[in-house]
């Protein structure tokens, strides 16, 4: 069977669906928010990442942050494609983002990703983040994080989920950018 790669699985993973603001909640296409108030923010917002800072070279006009809560979840349920390569164990998954937050704060942000079954049963997890201060040399910016491996055998559905969390201030200055998840299938 020959190699098929998809494209990425994430919907709106760069912010780029919505229009870019100063910080205040808003909405957050192609995400259902579970906690908190999630925020889309336009880079170069005074007090956030600028354009040129640190983060992808690819980026965008936005990214997202916490918005005002002290703690925000944000997921996004994904049907993943090729179930019999999948089963067969010949799957891998490339997962990746990226991550940061605001200058001294610790405030940050999580990305996992879980791989369930048709009855929900988790089957696998991988979790990237969170980048600290010290990480980013206590810049304000954003870090790239990557995962890989096999999708578990049984994998039907995989859920994408971003936590950010306020370690201090009024705003939650965990940030992600340009969020990613493909499925390489392969054959012998």
Same mark, same amino acid.
Do not use: H, K
């Given at each position: 069977?020959?190699?098929?790669?998809?494209?990425?699985?994430?919907?709106? $993973? *760069? /912010?780029? +669906?919505?229009? !870019?603001?100063? @910080?205040? &909640?808003?909405?957050?296409?192609?995400?259902?928010?579970?906690?908190?108030?999630?925020?889309?923010?336009?880079?170069?917002?005074? !007090?956030?990442?600028?354009?040129?800072?640190?983060?992808?070279?690819?980026? %965008?006009?936005?990214?997202?942050? @916490? @918005?005002?809560?002290?703690?925000?979840?944000?997921?996004?349920?994904?049907?993943?494609? *090729?179930?019999?390569?999948?089963?067969?164990?010949?799957?891998?998954?490339?997962?990746?983002?990226?991550?940061?937050?605001?200058?001294?704060?610790?405030? $940050?942000?999580?990305? +996992?990703?879980?791989?369930?079954?048709?009855?929900?049963?988790?089957?696998?997890?991988?979790?990237?983040?969170?980048?600290?201060?010290?990480?980013?040399?206590?810049?304000? %910016?954003?870090?790239?994080?990557? %995962?890989?491996?096999?999708?578990? &055998?049984?994998?039907?559905?995989?859920?994408?989920?971003?936590?950010?969390?306020?370690?201090?201030?009024?705003?939650?200055?965990?940030? /992600?950018? =340009?969020? =990613?998840?493909?499925?390489?299938?392969?054959?012998?």
């Amino acid at each position: 069977m020959p190699w098929v790669q998809t494209t990425n699985l994430i919907a709106n $993973g *760069g /912010a780029e +669906s919505d229009p !870019g603001g100063t @910080g205040q &909640p808003s909405a957050v296409t192609g995400w259902t928010v579970l906690e908190g108030a999630a925020a889309v923010v336009a880079y170069g917002t005074p !007090g956030y990442p600028a354009p040129g800072g640190p983060g992808p070279a690819d980026r %965008g006009r936005n990214f997202l942050s @916490g @918005g005002t809560s002290a703690r925000t979840r944000l997921t996004q349920l994904v049907t993943l494609p *090729g179930t019999a390569q999948i089963d067969a164990g010949t799957t891998r998954f490339d997962f990746a983002g990226w991550l940061g937050g605001y200058a001294e704060q610790d405030d $940050g942000v999580r990305l +996992s990703l879980e791989f369930l079954s048709a009855a929900g049963t988790p089957l696998g997890l991988c979790v990237l983040g969170p980048v600290t201060a010290t990480d980013r040399g206590r810049a304000t %910016g954003l870090l790239r994080r990557a %995962g890989a491996g096999t999708v578990p &055998p049984s994998s039907r559905t995989a859920r994408v989920l971003l936590l950010f969390t306020r370690d201090g201030g009024t705003f939650n200055d965990g940030y /992600a950018d =340009s969020l =990613s998840l493909s499925l390489t299938a392969g054959g012998s």
